[in-house]
């Protein structure tokens, strides 16, 4: 009975711990699950995101394939047109230079034409005046025929060699006014064609002009380019202004007061402008002859140093430094022109400091010589 009892006790007490064990594992399972579920939902939501990020890769990749597309079929339409335009160029310097040689040699028979209608005239004019010395002999033997005509009334008969004489002095006479007839004939004609030749050459002044007034055009459309180019380069600073066809930079961005040397900062501008100025002049055909101007500017408070005795050396000398820094950059030299005006073109007529500061300026003009 004892041990009967001893042993229910051990059953009746080994239950609970099973039931701590498995509850313990049970909350060990539904952790474990609510982990999984968790991470699910994490990857699941990761997944999510990196789809979403995906199909706007692909869709900025797809904007981006539109947009090179576009820009090759630009470029195509670019370089189509470029060279229509280069043989549009060609054919026009043919047709000029065809017509230069034709007006040369107009020009080259007009100049013979006009010493020939000289010689002409000359002959013409000896021609009268010996028609004018035949009939004042003529004349004075009409005079001393007259006089002898009663002699020879008295005589019945004038010689056979005077009158001779008088049939030749007559057929003469015809003959030189024959000739003089055909001369202004001649001289006629000559004006006739020294017309049609002027007519000619006006006609060809006005295709000449036309091929100048396209060279022109053609010049302007490098000039847009140019500034354009310029424009976005120099864009953040802001005291840089446009006027007209040229660039208006301030002289302290290039030089200190009273001084003709370009600082750190002008160079770095300067070898912009040089590299846009080489890259815009490798597309100008070479026979237009284009010219980059370079003018110095100072405000009208006078100096008088032994550098600088005055505003214009200062002016000038500040143009000459820019253009020998961009002639060191390798920009052309036939191609640059320097020039001061002092304080003599101001662009403000005011006397504060903000209408000092913008007279004092470089400006920058690209043009035809």
């Known amino acids: 009975m004892l041990g009967s009892g001893r042993r229910q006790r051990s059953q009746i007490n080994a239950w609970p711990g099973y039931v701590d064990a498995l509850s313990a594992l049970l909350m060990l399972v539904i952790f474990m699950l609510m982990i999984y579920m968790v991470s699910q939902l994490y990857l699941s939501q990761t997944l999510s995101d990196r789809d979403t990020e995906l199909a706007n890769l692909n869709s900025r990749l797809n904007e981006i394939s539109r947009l090179l597309m576009l820009e090759e079929l630009r470029s195509e339409q670019l370089s189509s047109e470029l060279t229509s335009l280069r043989s549009a160029y060609e054919q026009s310097l043919s047709r000029e230079e065809a017509m230069q040689q034709a007006l040369d040699s107009l020009l080259g028979e007009l100049s013979?034409?006009?010493?020939?209608?000289?010689?002409?005239?000359?002959?013409?004019?000896?021609?009268?005046?010996?028609?004018?010395?035949?009939?004042?002999?003529?004349?004075?033997?009409?005079?001393?025929?007259?006089?002898?005509?009663?002699?020879l009334r008295e005589e019945q008969e004038l010689t056979a060699s005077q009158q001779d004489f008088i049939l030749q002095l007559t057929q003469r006479i015809d003959a030189l006014q024959e000739q003089l007839r055909q001369i202004s004939a001649a001289l006629q004609l000559q004006e006739t064609l020294v017309a049609e030749r002027d007519v000619e050459i006006a006609g060809l002044g006005q295709r000449l002009n036309v091929l100048l007034a396209e060279r022109v055009n053609e010049l302007e459309r490098y000039q847009s380019e140019f500034f354009r180019r310029l424009r976005g380069l120099l864009e953040d600073n802001e005291n840089i202004r446009v006027v007209g066809d040229r660039f208006l930079l301030p002289s302290e961005l290039f030089f200190a007061s009273g001084s003709a040397e370009v600082g750190a900062?002008?160079?770095?501008?300067?070898?912009?402008?040089?590299?846009?100025?080489?890259?815009?002049?490798?597309?100008?055909?070479d026979d237009i002859?284009?010219?980059?101007?370079?003018?110095?500017?100072?405000?009208?408070?006078?100096?008088?140093?032994?550098a600088f005795p005055s505003n214009w050396e200062l002016s000038t000398a500040r143009a000459v430094s820019v253009v020998r820094y961009l002639a060191s950059q390798g920009v052309p030299e036939r191609h640059l022109a320097a020039a001061g005006f002092g304080e003599f073109s101001p662009v403000d007529s005011g006397n504060t400091p903000d209408a000092l500061q913008r007279n004092r300026r470089i400006e920058i003009k690209l043009t035809n010589r």
């Open 265 to 285: 900062e002008g160079r770095a501008e300067l070898s912009k402008l040089a590299s846009l100025l080489l890259e815009i002049a490798s597309t100008i055909p």
């Open 289 to 306: 002859d284009w010219v980059l101007q370079i003018e110095g500017h100072t405000d009208r408070v006078p100096i008088n140093t032994a």
């Open 112 to 151: 013979e034409s006009e010493e020939t209608q000289q010689l002409i005239s000359t002959r013409a004019a000896d021609l009268e005046s010996q028609i004018e010395q035949e009939r004042r002999a003529f004349a004075q033997l009409q005079t001393l025929s007259a006089d002898q005509e009663s002699a």
